[in-house]
Every structure is written in structure tokens, then in C-alpha cells.
């Protein structure tokens, strides 16, 4: 039984029911998602979010944000956050995976394991012409699909994003590629393969796309399955949608092995229905994702007592770390004006013509999600960390966004927070804000490119917990962001290398990008605490450029407007089961104390990786799957791990 058909649950499905002697159950609290424009064309991805594919989760409120909430969305669909993300195929750093295996204990995790699970995922379409990708580092017989954003057509201005990044060296600088050579990316006309050789640098993106179509793990690995003429699955797979899992049900007393073990899973359609009761005699995976998986252990009296015991539920398991070790990536988006008016805008023009494209060619703007390039760097020296990965991701986005000071990217929009301490912070919902706008606003012009500064390694640590015993009410989410000042400080460096990416944009195509769209609110307020003339003069323009590069201002609109990029990870933290900040042993995936209870999705993650986490969360599928069929190779051998290839 597989308890959720996300990322990881849909590959699970695919692999295990590969074998016809076994029965296989996924269970999946959304829809099939089945003929959804929203879901299948990827510029519509936005239009998914807060409707009833999203569960639409929210943060706690967040004081080292200016108090706000912040919006979570998670795919409650089959495919899950496959279905509704922004279609970018990461794998992240080598080293990531490394470093789970030698500091976090997670032996048999190490890269050149896991890149043969995620080559075996791949069905890469991408050419190799001029040397647009490292082939060997690709699969190209998988069945999820990756192709090259819009046709491998980007915007003239993304080609200025990536020669910029090249001008100035970002991934040319210390840092080194697996090899230990320092190849240059400069000659490549779509810049830096970030999924080959070295991540570092800058480069067009590869997205799960195919034909002009989202390529979820639903649409990649389950709706193959699907026998056109009885419109049945595999004989041996049966896909139950709309079900949610409320319960595990646990046998009392351990085993000779000195185990528990699940015995069934609850299930329900709603609360205003009978619940189904699922027996199972083989195992029970959880892939609900980070906020799912360990909401659904609290709900079963499995995890630390104090957050069970005050909702009336009965102690099943004393696991003291389920939800814990909470992390996630915050960015900082800044907005630079585009004078040719070319970027993505969303004008009549551009919906006609993308229209006209994509129905003839199944090409131009609407098979991108917005993003075209991304650039890998260290934004900031942290004397600290030995990692030897980047800290710091910016995804270029040539497309118009309302800036983040002032429209509702946020839950909560800021009408005004100034550092006056004697007046407090104000805010609108931002259903509110819409409706203030005025006609003339919303039709008024604006065209922009947004350069998004991603913090990849938060020291921050949050939690999930039970909101109440009710399976049907969201859980509590504590992010607690920016809570280690750490984070703060690398946000506020990375905004600055991004200013001079921007910088050297302007020097590389003048016409293309123009000044930042600064936060006008908060230029002024620092402005009047520092009695500082503003004005449109030389010696008031060089106070107020002065003003937006100080720490004061960067602090501040950091906490005014960052937002998570929704790759929650680690609430069910593999590992040594011996650590007592483990919840699943690294070795099969089983949940500490059960002999047939694994988890297999994102929230095992020890700590979160170098970019965007889909794809890494697809391999933890792929490895789930070969443990429970004891193909996973052995643990002993480590990331040298022999003949991986061949036994995939």
C-alpha cells in the first residue's frame, strides 16, 4: 500500500508493479487530474495554485518576517507537487548526496549512487549539439521526460542573464567541478549543463516538459499503465483517488524480530463520509510528502509524546523527531525594468501569438513556466560550513510579477512596516489589496525581469505538528524562518550578487534591462529617520542609491517580503537509527521500531539539497522501490558503490 501518489508515490507504483506476482495499492487523497489545461500546459502551472488540486497549506506566523503567514502550496492531485511546480529539473550538488552519506549517516546514498537512479528516471530529449548538455551524466531511456525550456528558444535577455553571469565570473572563481578541472562554460550557447559535470555557473533551464506538455510523475509513470480499451491499470495496480489516509493502523504487541507492524490504513473521502479500512499483509510506504508523511504518523500515536498527547490521541510509537528538522528554501525577488517591453507581460499580443505557437508547434512562451535560466554560486563566505556545493541559486524569470513589496505573492501584504519601532506593522490579507487596486493600476504597463536570490542551505530548523486530532485540518507549520541570523546575512549578500549580475546586464544588453524597482515605502522611511534629502538632484540620487544598498534596507525588505520557493524537506530525517534525530533508518527506509512502515518521499531528506527538490525526490522513489525488491545496492559499499549501473 503506497499512501500517497505524488513525486515519489507514482514511481513507486510503476517499479513495484513492475513484478505481476505482487499487488500493489496507491492511494491518493486528490484526483487523477485528467484533462487539466492548468496542470498539462506549463505557463498555466499559476493557475493550480489555491484550487482544488492545491492543498493550499499556510505557515504559522512567522516574527522574524514582519509577523506574516506564508503560503504553502502542495499538489493534492496524482503526480502531487509534480503536477502544480514550476516544471525546473534540478538534481542539485554531488556533494549534497555525498554529505549525507559521510556526515548524516545515510550509507549507500552517496552521488554516483544515486545519479544511476536519477539517470534511470531520465528520458533527456535534449540534444547534444554544441555541447548543450554533458551526455554522460543523462538517461535517456526513462520514462520521465526532460526537455529545454521553450524549444531551446530563450528570450534574448536570457542569453544577457547568462553571458552577464560569465563576465563576471560566477562558477569560474575557486569553486570546481567533480573532476577538479575548472571548464569553462563561456562557448556554450545555452551556458552551464547545472545537471552535469559542475553546477556551478549559470545556464539555460531543462524542465520535466515533452511536446509542449507537463511530464508529471503521473503522466510519466502511472497513466502508461492505463489499458486504453478497458481503461483499467496493470492487473496488478490499483489506483484509488480521492481517498485520504487519516490513520495507520498498528498491531499491538511487537513481533519476534521485536518490531511493530501496520496492519491496515484508514481511509476517507471526507469527513461526511464512512471511513474504508485497507488491510495490508506486505508493507505500507508513506509518500504524502514533508508536511503529509509526518501529519499522518502524529495522527496514528507515532512520533514525540508531547505533540500527541494534548489532542487525546493514544501513544503508538515514542518517535521524538517526526516533524522535526523542518527546512526550506527562502528567496528574495528582485525586479529590474525592462525597457524593450520583450519579457514575458501577459499582453493580448503575446497570449495570441503564444496561443497560435503552442497549438501548431506545441512550442513558444507557453511550454515555459517563466523561469528560462538559473545561476549556481557562493553568494557568501561562511566560515563555518565545509560544504563544497553552492549556497546560493538565482532563477531568472523574464516575465512580469506585480513587485513583492506591494501584491499579493504574499499572504499578508505590508501597507506599511516602518523601522520606527514606536509604530507597529500593518498589514492587508491580500484578497484585500486586489480589490483596493484601482482600474488604472491594473492596466497600466509593466514590464520587468525578475532575478530571484534563492538561500539553498537554511540553518534555520522548523517543525510540523497537529493543529488537532481532526485528520481533515491542516497541520501547524513552523518554518521558523530567519531564525538563525546566518540566513539573514547570506540572503542579504546573495541580493547583492544578484545586483551585480543585474549590473553587468545593463553593460551587456543596455536595452534590455534597466533599473531596479526598488521599494519606494521604505527608500523614504529610511530616508526621513536619517534626515536625508531624497530628491530628484545628483546628490539626492546618490543618498537614495546609497540607501539601497545599505544593510538597513536589504534587512528590511528581506523581512518585508521573502517567500518560500515550496521545497519543504526533512520532517521524517533518514539516518544512523541509533541518532535520536532519525526517524527512518537510511539502510531501507523503514520507520524506526516497524518492520513494514517506510517512508519514501522529500521529508527524508537530512538536509535539503542545492536547488529545487522534485527531482531529487523522484530518485528517493526509485531507491525505495529497489530496497523493497532487494535490488538497492549494499549499504556496506557505500557511494564507490560497484556495478551500480549494471544492477539498475
Not at 331 to 353: A, C
Amino acid at each position: 500500500v503506497i499512501i500517497g501518489g505524488g513525486s515519489a508515490g507514482c514511481v513507486l507504483a510503476n517499479r513495484l508493479s513492475e513484478n505481476p506476482g505482487v499487488s500493489v495499492l496507491l492511494v491518493e487523497a486528490g484526483g487523477e487530474g485528467l484533462k487539466n489545461d492548468n496542470i498539462d500546459i506549463p505557463i498555466k502551472f499559476v493557475d493550480t495554485l489555491k484550487t482544488d488540486v492545491d492543498w493550499n497549506f499556510e505557515t504559522e506566523r512567522q516574527p522574524t518576517t514582519k509577523n506574516r503567514k506564508h503560503y504553502w502550496p502542495r499538489g493534492r492531485v496524482l503526480g502531487g507537487s509534480s503536477s502544480i511546480n514550476a516544471l525546473l529539473y534540478v538534481r542539485c550538488n554531488p556533494e549534497d548526496y555525498n554529505e549525507w552519506e559521510t556526515i548524516h549517516g545515510c550509507k549507500g546514498w552517496g552521488w554516483k549512487t544515486v545519479l544511476e537512479y536519477m539517470k534511470k528516471s531520465e528520458g533527456c530529449c535534449i540534444s547534444d549539439r554544441d555541447g548543450i548538455v554533458d551526455k554522460e551524466y543523462h538517461g535517456y531511456t526513462g520514462p520521465w521526460k526532460i526537455s529545454q525550456t521553450t524549444s531551446g528558444k530563450p528570450l534574448p535577455v536570457t542569453k544577457a542573464f547568462i553571458d552577464a553571469c560569465v563576465r563576471i565570473g560566477v562558477g569560474e572563481g575557486p569553486e570546481k567541478s567533480i573532476s577538479g578541472s575548472r571548464a569553462s562554460y563561456a562557448e556554450k550557447p545555452f551556458g552551464r549543463d547545472f545537471n552535469g559535470e559542475n553546477q556551478f555557473g549559470a545556464g539555460v533551464v531543462q524542465t520535466n516538459v515533452f511536446r509542449g506538455v507537463r511530464q508529471s510523475t503521473s503522466r510519466a509513470f502511472v497513466l502508461p499503465l492505463v489499458d486504453r480499451a478497458s481503461r483499467s491499470y496493470r492487473k496488478n495496480l490499483t489506483v484509488l483517488v480521492n481517498h485520504q489516509a487519516i490513520r495507520l493502523q498498528v498491531e499491538d504487541g511487537v513481533g519476534a524480530d521485536g518490531l511493530r507492524r501496520v496492519s491496515g490504513v484508514v481511509v476517507q473521502k471526507s469527513r461526511d463520509t464512512p471511513p474504508l479500512v485497507i488491510r495490508t499483509n506486505k508493507e505500507v510506504v508513506l509518500s504524502g510528502g514533508s508536511i503529509g508523511t509526518p501529519t499522518l504518523l502524529l495522527q496514528s500515536g507515532i512520533g514525540p509524546n508531547e505533540a500527541i498527547e494534548p489532542h487525546g490521541i493514544p501513544l503508538v510509537a515514542e518517535i521524538p523527531a517526526v516533524g522535526k528538522n523542518l527546512q526550506d528554501h527562502l528567496i528574495s525577488l528582485l525586479q529590474f525594468k525592462d525597457p524593450s517591453q520583450t519579457s514575458y507581460r501577459g499582453t493580448l499580443t503575446q497570449i495570441l501569438g503564444g496561443l497560435a505557437r503552442y497549438l501548431t508547434s506545441k512550442t513558444g512562451m507557453l511550454t515555459t513556466s517563466g523561469v528560462e535560466a538559473m545561476a549556481f554560486l557562493n553568494a557568501a563566505k561562511d566560515a563555518e560550513s565545509q560544504r563544497k556545493g553552492p549556497n546560493f541559486q538565482v532563477h531568472f524569470m523574464p516575465a512580469n510579477l506585480d513587485p513583492p513589496f506591494s501584491t499579493g505573492w504574499l499572504l499578508d501584504t505590508i501597507t506599511h512596516s516602518p523601522l520606527d519601532p514606536s509604530r507597529p506593522d500593518a498589514f492587508v490579507s491580500h484578497e484585500a489589496y486586489a480589490e483596493t487596486k484601482t482600474r488604472s493600476a491594473v492596466a497600466r504597463p509593466f514590464f520587468a525581469t525578475n532575478l530571484i536570490a534563492t538561500l539553498l542551505h537554511p540553518y534555520s530548523r522548523g517543525e510540523v505538528t497537529l493543529a488537532s486530532s481532526d485528520p481533515f485540518e491542516h497541520p501547524s507549520i513552523q518554518p521558523a524562518y530567519l531564525t538563525d541570523e546566518r540566513d539573514l546575512r547570506v540572503l542579504i549578500e546573495g541580493s547583492r550578487a544578484v545586483r551585480r549580475i543585474a549590473a553587468e546586464m545593463r553593460k551587456v544588453a543596455p536595452t534590455l534591462v534597466a533599473d531596479e524597482v526598488l521599494d519606494e515605502s521604505l527608500v523614504r522611511e529610511i530616508a526621513r529617520l536619517r534626515d536625508v534629502d531624497i530628491k530628484d538632484v545628483a546628490p539626492g540620487k546618490q543618498k537614495r542609491a546609497e540607501i539601497a544598498d545599505s544593510d538597513e534596507y536589504l534587512e528590511e525588505f528581506v523581512r518585508r517580503t521573502t517567500l518560500t520557493i515550496y521545497h519543504p524537506v526533512g520532517t521524517c530525517k533518514m539516518g544512523d537509527p541509533a541518532d535520536p534525530s532519525v526517524v527512518v533508518n537510511a539502510v531501507d527506509l523503514k520507520v524506526k521500531g516497524f518492520s513494514n512502515l517506510r517512508v519514501a518521499d522529500a521529508s527524508v531528506m537530512p538536509v535539503i539539497t542545492s536547488g529545487n527538490t522534485n527531482a531529487p525526490s523522484i530518485m528517493i522513489g526509485e531507491v525505495c522501490a529497489d530496497m523493497i525488491r532487494g535490488k538497492f545496492p549494499s549499504a556496506a559499499a557505500g557511494a564507490e558503490a560497484v556495478g551500480v549501473a549494471a544492477k539498475l
